[in-house]
């Protein structure tokens, strides 16, 4: 099997994780610049941190996605949560918050508000890894994001169904990882409700596994059947 069609099988699993009552997508193409490794040698994920602003304290939850261009050469044209690699002699949670300013516009003054919520690291058997914590912090009171324009071309408020249902809908382009993390988040009703449930918790990485069997893949999650084989 050549590289591009492991890339689309690999991508189209992805879409099958999502859960019952949305809609499954067909996928005809990998994510964009995601390029499976076909060494054997697993590249060694960055350290990456990135920051779920979160509003709607006592009438409903929405999260900040921001969309980087289509012309990035890497998840162009995708909608994340803010958030990128760790510099040197930044902590995680440092680099959290410079991010969130450079791509949304907004500022955390006080980074004490941060609250650890997990921590994904991209599979072996995918060439550009990262290691990437992710922190969840309430908007600041009217905040407005703004964006840059460049690197950054839009930005919005959704409600994590809201979200995936566009997704589901060919709207919105999403990853894996933030598919997961907004069905997570689907859970709570509320910013506090979510923020209660998350201070105190132990982080315990995820790492995904892609799992080759003859033509095709399929990404396996810790505690899924065949993680472990």
Not at 100 to 116: F, K
Not at 128 to 137: K, N, Q, S, Y
Not at 142 to 156: L, N, R, W
């Given at each position: 099997?050549?590289?591009q069609?492991?890339?689309?099988?690999?991508?189209?699993?992805?879409?099958?994780?999502?859960?019952?009552?949305l809609?499954?997508?067909?996928?005809?193409?990998?994510?964009?610049?995601?390029e499976?490794?076909?060494?054997?040698?697993?590249?060694?994920?960055?350290?990456?941190?990135s920051v779920?602003?979160?509003?709607?304290a006592?009438d409903g939850l929405?999260?900040?996605?921001?969309?980087r261009?289509?012309?990035?050469r890497?998840?162009?044209?995708?909608?994340?949560?803010?958030?990128?690699a760790?510099?040197?002699?930044?902590?995680?949670?440092?680099?959290?918050?410079?991010?969130?300013?450079?791509?949304?516009?907004?500022?955390?003054d006080?980074?004490?508000?941060?609250?650890r919520?997990?921590?994904?690291?991209?599979?072996?058997?995918?060439k550009?890894r990262?290691?990437?914590?992710?922190?969840?912090?309430?908007?600041?009171?009217?905040?407005?994001?703004?964006?840059d324009?460049?690197?950054?071309v839009?930005?919005?408020?959704f409600?994590?169904?809201?979200?995936?249902?566009?997704?589901?809908?060919?709207?919105l382009?999403?990853?894996?990882?933030t598919?997961?993390?907004l069905?997570?988040?689907?859970?709570?009703?509320?910013a506090?409700?979510?923020?209660?449930?998350?201070?105190?918790r132990?982080?315990?990485?995820i790492?995904?596994?892609?799992?080759?069997?003859g033509?095709?893949?399929r990404?396996?999650?810790?505690g899924?059947?065949?993680?472990?084989d």
């Amino acid at each position: 099997m050549n590289p591009q069609d492991s890339q689309i099988h690999f991508w189209a699993v992805v879409v099958s994780l999502m859960p019952d009552s949305l809609p499954q997508m067909d996928v005809d193409r990998p994510g964009p610049g995601e390029e499976l490794n076909p060494s054997g040698q697993a590249s060694t994920p960055r350290v990456a941190a990135s920051v779920i602003v979160l509003r709607g304290a006592g009438d409903g939850l929405e999260v900040l996605l921001v969309r980087r261009t289509p012309e990035a050469r890497f998840m162009g044209g995708v909608w994340v949560f803010p958030g990128g690699a760790v510099d040197a002699g930044e902590d995680e949670a440092g680099a959290a918050l410079r991010e969130l300013e450079e791509e949304a516009g907004v500022t955390v003054d006080d980074p004490g508000t941060l609250v650890r919520f997990s921590r994904w690291i991209t599979p072996a058997e995918v060439k550009i890894r990262f290691d990437t914590h992710f922190f969840l912090a309430p908007a600041p009171s009217e905040v407005a994001p703004v964006i840059d324009g460049q690197e950054i071309v839009d930005a919005g408020w959704f409600a994590p169904d809201d979200a995936l249902q566009a997704y589901a809908r060919g709207e919105l382009e999403l990853v894996f990882p933030t598919i997961k993390h907004l069905e997570q988040l689907a859970r709570f009703a509320t910013a506090d409700e979510l923020l209660d449930y998350a201070r105190g918790r132990e982080i315990v990485p995820i790492e995904p596994k892609v799992i080759m069997g003859g033509e095709t893949a399929r990404v396996v999650l810790p505690g899924e059947p065949g993680y472990d084989d």
